[in-house]
């Protein structure tokens, strides 16, 4: 559990207490009230403002209130002592005993320990990825890919039920492109000299083996036919075959989504038409002409009547079109047919992931959820800026199958899935991230990966002498967590617990703020406390985790070491990494 909600239900009841003593008012409303971590750390181990959001509505000033509440919690068993600090803060330290009660749960829960019902079951949907369907997936895709899915991960640790779904953007101008790529490869393979790749082309080797299965299958049937005839037949071949490219791509990188869904399918059931029409209705819609914006003029503009949405009702700059003056659909109207889909499907809490590049169409695809969902859906859309790629601090070469680019692949080929998905989770989403293939790979303290690693490593090795010391004894977490943690007195040992015991705020806040990284901030917060120990009782003998004269001592201590690596397991399982054994 959540250590500050068990506390601010203490402090929720401390106050209904104090009320029913005449001391307080009855019927406070607690809903400002917070218990949380005090800004600094000597102030104590959690702190609440319950004063200076309550004390009006009970006619006192703060401090006065802050006494009072100070007084009652005296006397909860959790608390050591009470500080008032300020204009009314209340500082708490809890006693020995609480920490020693939440060792003894994370060993009891195990792998649920951080788990929480924060999301109740509420569905969300994650759409991540959604690369063109028209290459492998490149380097620049995997942060949004590894992002999307440990949020997801995190999400669910949170308690809410969560889809992943990949938008597969198969019905624009790209397609055809792959698919006259995929006719030219195809002429190749069938004996013709097609030279230099035209420009406009794609020109990764790639579409070499696509163009080779069209030949196997279809013999000669296309040469010389006319693009009206061959056009879709090599579009639809050509998307599947990118698609079980990117799927297995990901599949490397340890990612597989629940729903794949078709901009095409879309489009040819008339659900594009069907949401301009929608709109309509609602009064959401009219025939004009858009101002020229400053600076670059954007794809969708044009000095022409359009068919043209009321985006600025709901927050957007300008209007948007949703038809050209020639009366072809625009890529926005087909992202509104797509968005009203999810929220029909039972999504009206979604999350989009997209590359930095696209921060320009945050605030019309989320005026576009609004106008659609009436304002019951919401939008978050997360950006991921893109990796710096390094080899020893010179840019990586590109790679020549992919044409343009270091490929997904080539990455999980040179450092390992667990590796890359740990280092573009060490960033915030939106902040620059160097990747520098071969300093990923070094044993030390500044790569977090190894850092993380080599503290589970160290305590499978302690756990793995203890069996060797205590061979009569049962040492599983369930035995482990009856040991005599009164033993336990260093204030290192006690601040490791302090720590390990946040780990499920830490999962509720991460997962309310969509933000998967500050579980890599945490990992390595704990890391670090661990490595911190273990050098205290390389250098003093009496802080040794294990002494065979004192097997107590020992267990009590291998029981918080078991709680290391539990709590490490479980964060790096959102994470999608698998902890190493040894090192």
């Known amino acids: 559990m959540n250590i500050f909600t068990l506390i601010r239900n203490n402090i929720v009841e401390t106050l209904?207490?104090?009320?029913?003593?005449?001391?307080?008012?009855?019927?406070?409303?607690?809903?400002?009230?917070?218990?949380?971590?005090?800004?600094?750390?000597?102030h104590g181990d959690a702190a609440t403002n319950a004063a200076l959001v309550m004390a009006n509505q009970a006619g006192m000033k703060p401090r006065q209130f802050a006494e009072i509440l100070a007084e009652g919690l005296k006397d909860l068993p959790i608390v050591d002592s009470v500080e008032i600090a300020g204009p009314g803060f209340v500082n708490l330290r809890l006693s020995k005993s609480f920490w020693e009660s939440c060792l003894r749960e994370i060993l009891e829960q195990g792998d649920r320990f951080g788990s929480s019902d924060m999301g109740k079951g509420q569905k969300k949907n994650v759409e991540f990825v959604s690369a063109n369907p028209t290459g492998p997936m490149h380097v620049g895709h995997s942060r949004g890919a590894v992002f999307g899915d440990a949020l997801a991960s995190l999400l669910e640790k949170a308690g809410y039920d969560v889809t992943r779904e990949y938008y597969v953007n198969?019905?624009?101008?790209?397609?055809?492109?792959?698919?006259?790529?995929?006719?030219?490869?195809?002429k190749e393979a069938l004996g013709e000299k097609i030279g230099e790749i035209p420009e406009g082309l794609y020109p990764g080797e790639y579409l070499i083996p696509v163009g080779r299965?069209?030949?196997?299958?279809?013999?000669?049937k296309w040469l010389d036919k006319p693009e009206s005839e061959w056009l879709a037949y090599f579009r639809t071949f050509s998307i599947n075959k990118m698609m079980d490219m990117i799927r297995d791509d990901l599949a490397a990188l340890g990612i597989k989504f629940d729903v794949f869904s078709s901009e095409r399918a879309l489009v040819e059931v008339g659900k594009i038409e069907e949401v301009i029409e929608f709109l309509r209705a609602k009064g959401l819609i009219y025939e004009g002409v858009l101002e020229p914006p400053k600076g670059k003029l954007p794809d969708d503009w044009e000095p022409r009547p359009q068919t043209l949405f009321k985006a600025t009702e709901f927050g957007d700059d300008v209007d948007r079109a949703l038809k050209k003056s020639n009366g072809f659909q625009t890529y926005f109207a087909s992202d509104m047919a797509y968005h009203l889909d999810k929220y029909r499907r039972g999504f009206d809490d979604m999350i989009n992931v997209w590359g930095a590049d696209h921060a320009g169409y945050v605030k019309r695809l989320q005026a576009a959820v609004k106008a659609l969902t009436d304002g019951k859906a919401k939008l978050d859309v997360k950006l991921c800026q893109m990796v710096n790629l390094m080899c020893n601090g010179e840019p990586m070469k590109m790679s020549k199958r992919a044409g343009r680019f270091v490929t997904l692949r080539d990455m999980v080929d040179a450092v390992g899935k667990d590796v890359m998905r740990f280092i573009m989770l060490t960033r915030k989403n939106d902040a620059h991230l160097d990747f520098d293939v071969e300093k990923v790979k070094e044993q030390s303290k500044d790569n977090p990966v190894f850092y993380v690693n080599y503290a589970f490593a160290r305590a499978r090795s302690v756990r793995r002498r203890a069996a060797e010391m205590f061979p009569q004894q049962d040492l599983g977490l369930s035995e482990l967590s009856k040991a005599d943690f009164t033993l336990l007195t260093d204030e290192a040992e006690i601040a490791l617990i302090r720590l390990l015991a946040e780990f499920p705020r830490q999962i509720e806040t991460a997962a309310a703020a969509h933000e998967p990284h500050r579980i890599a901030y945490y990992l390595n917060d704990v890391a670090a406390a661990f490595h911190g120990l273990w050098n205290k009782g390389r250098d003093n003998a009496e802080l040794r985790f294990l002494e065979q004269e004192k097997p107590a001592l020992s267990l009590a201590r291998l029981a918080l070491v078991e709680a290391v690596a539990v709590v490490i397991q479980s964060g790096l399982d959102v994470f999608g990494v698998v902890p190493a054994e040894e090192m």
């Open 213 to 220: 299965e069209l030949a196997e299958k279809e013999g000669a």
């Open 170 to 186: 198969d019905a624009g101008a790209q397609v055809d492109v792959l698919a006259r790529s995929a006719y030219l490869r195809y």
């Open 16 to 42: 209904d207490n104090l009320a029913e003593q005449g001391k307080l008012p009855a019927n406070l409303n607690a809903d400002r009230m917070v218990a949380e971590p005090p800004r600094d750390p000597a």
